[in-house]
């Protein structure tokens, strides 16, 4: 158990779109998710923490205009980064957490041209 | 504030030979750590967890050691093949605190 899944895996969009991202937990229930992001030869960067039926909790430097989360259900969590720039092409990720363990989903691939 | 720092950033060896990656913390008050694998362009796969309490865990050709006092831990694989070329991250969690810190990564290379 504990899978983790995200739509899309990877995404190319103009500059000035809005990109959606989902995180899902299939087989368990997650009150909490968190969202990071990845450049390349980089480790992870958490962006923020995702409480079902809260606000976000965004780390230092990460603008919550920008980077829209939802945490709508136990099992789905989305970001949105509005107004994508070529600046916010990275490698998205996102985990779930289950009794103090992060469980991860394979990414999401953002191209913004 | 947590700095997870992996040495080397890369590492290239022959195949069959044994080796080590290491990772170091700054901050000893952890609550567990764990060792994962990332192969290009790909999400994380967990390979070991060492709760705080624990000196080492091992599965398979895999084996994590964790010595808090020092702030390191180690992953030693075994009988290296080249399907374990990959980036190997490790990350900490404190105490009071639910998010994980990531390691710089060591990016290994396995030649056949």
């Known amino acids: 158990g504990a899978v983790v899944s995200q739509h899309p895996s990877w995404v190319i969009c103009k500059s000035g779109t809005s990109v959606k991202i989902e995180c899902r937990s299939l087989?368990?229930?997650?009150?909490?998710m968190f969202w990071y992001r990845q450049f390349p030869k980089q480790s992870l960067m958490l962006m923020a923490t995702s409480n079902e039926g809260s606000k976000a909790t965004y780390e230092q430097g990460v603008e919550k205009d920008k980077f829209l989360i939802n945490h709508a259900s136990l099992t789905l969590s989305t970001l949105t980064v509005t107004s994508a720039h070529p600046e916010d092409s990275s490698f998205y990720i996102c985990s779930a957490g289950k009794t103090d363990t992060q469980y991860f989903g394979p990414g999401t691939r953002l191209t913004v041209l | 504030k947590q700095e997870v720092t992996q040495i080397p950033a890369a590492l290239s060896v022959p195949e069959g030979e044994n080796l080590v990656l290491n990772c170091s913390f700054t901050d000893s008050a952890i609550y567990n750590l764990q060792w994962f694998r990332q192969d290009p362009g790909k999400g994380l796969t967990s390979l070991l967890l060492i709760q705080s309490s624990q000196r080492e865990q091992t599965s398979g050709r895999l084996n994590a050691s964790l010595d808090k006092s020092s702030g390191r831990s180690t992953l030693y694989i075994a009988a290296s093949q080249p399907g374990d070329s990959a980036t190997y991250l490790c990350a900490v969690l404190n105490f009071g605190n639910e998010k994980l810190t990531f390691g710089t990564g060591t990016r290994l290379t396995i030649i056949p």
């Open positions: 087989d368990f229930q997650a009150t909490t």
